[in-house]
């Protein structure tokens, strides 16, 4: 969970693994827990107000508001699980029992690990307290165009439904920029630093690297089949990649953006794919030939259609994206499992 609301979300928790706590001192708990677990002081937020009357209306309003992070705040579902039941264990004299180093270590513990695959992949930094940080084992690029892009509008107007005869024009008119394009996507995942944001295998019957692969095997598919839904409704762009590459190796991540550096340029009436594709074969062998690590590196291709037919041998040619997924997570537990 992302929020501010920290307080009351916990507290949430608190209530519900014991109803016998009231609202408000459930509350008290939690606010007492994060900033033990987590180094970060809640306050009730300031109001901005103008004159003694709205003043005043908001300094009551306020004393009845419940405290806040300064910013917003990442917290697991086990990492609450656990803080809450340390708070029902400390509901007696929560500040007393949160004095004790062994509880406030402990406090500190059930905050620090247990994270969940997005805080894993991405990481958290809390300013107030570095010991909390996560640091980040994905990084993803911006998509960009492989060729020149021209923006154009479109044009809309709505008309009110209950206007009478008399009443002329649009209720509401404007435009809205959009444009189409061939684009390259990155992503990079550093599994060992995924591995050690999640841990080891969570359960006895688990390998150790299991809850990296799942991770890596959601990532995956996530990063391939997810899309941006604003404007969806109005532009309906459901589209999917023609072509991915996806390639496993030791050496530090590589980026294949550099083969676009001079745009890709399309024939009058062909699209911008056949181009694209044949300039990102041509330099995958050669960035691999100079920076990569041949023996150790593995590279796998889904593509669909004959404009994409040059990237069949940048590496082992999939059927579909639930084979890809489960090929590179097979990989990777293996990479893992294989001593050091």
Not at 179 to 205: K, P
Not at 243 to 256: D, E, G, H, K, Q
Not at 265 to 290: D, N, V
């Amino acid at each position: 969970m992302r929020t501010k609301k920290v307080a009351e979300l916990l507290a949430a928790r608190i209530t519900g693994l014991d109803t016998s706590i009231a609202e408000a001192d459930a509350l008290r708990l939690a606010a007492a827990v994060i900033e033990a677990a987590t180094g970060m002081k809640l306050a009730v937020p300031e109001r901005k107000t103008r004159g003694a009357k709205a003043k005043a209306a908001a300094e009551e309003e306020q004393a009845e508001e419940t405290p806040r992070s300064k910013y917003l705040m990442f917290l697991s579902a086990r990492q609450l699980d656990g803080l809450a039941a340390l708070a029902i264990d400390g509901a007696s004299d929560i500040t007393a029992y949160l004095k004790d180093k062994d509880n406030k270590a402990r406090a500190k513990q059930i905050a620090d690990t247990g994270h969940s695959v997005d805080i894993a992949l991405f990481g958290r930094m809390v300013a107030d307290s570095t010991d909390f940080n996560v640091d980040a084992a994905c990084q993803v690029a911006h998509a960009i165009s492989m060729h020149r892009v021209e923006n154009e509008s479109d044009y809309f107007t709505a008309v009110d439904d209950e206007n009478t005869e008399a009443e002329s024009g649009a209720g509401m008119i404007g435009t809205v920029d959009f444009n189409s394009a061939t684009l390259y996507r990155y992503a990079s995942v550093s599994i060992h630093q995924l591995a050690a944001n999640l841990g080891e295998g969570l359960r006895e019957d688990q390998s150790a690297a299991t809850p990296v692969r799942r991770a890596v095997e959601a990532f995956v598919h996530a990063f391939i089949a997810s899309l941006p839904t604003g404007k969806i409704n109005t532009f309906g762009h459901h589209t999917l990649p023609d072509a991915i590459v996806i390639t496993l190796r030791t050496t530090r991540p590589i980026s294949f953006v550099a083969a676009f550096e001079e745009p890709v340029t399309a024939e009058s009436g062909s699209g911008h794919l056949r181009e694209a594709s044949a300039r990102l074969a041509a330099y995958i062998p050669e960035i691999e030939r100079a920076y990569g690590g041949e023996e150790s590196t593995r590279t796998w291709v889904l593509r669909i259609g004959s404009a994409t037919e040059k990237l069949a041998g940048a590496g082992e040619e999939m059927p579909s994206l639930t084979a890809l997924v489960d090929a590179v997570g097979s990989a990777v537990a293996e990479r893992m499992e294989k001593p050091a």
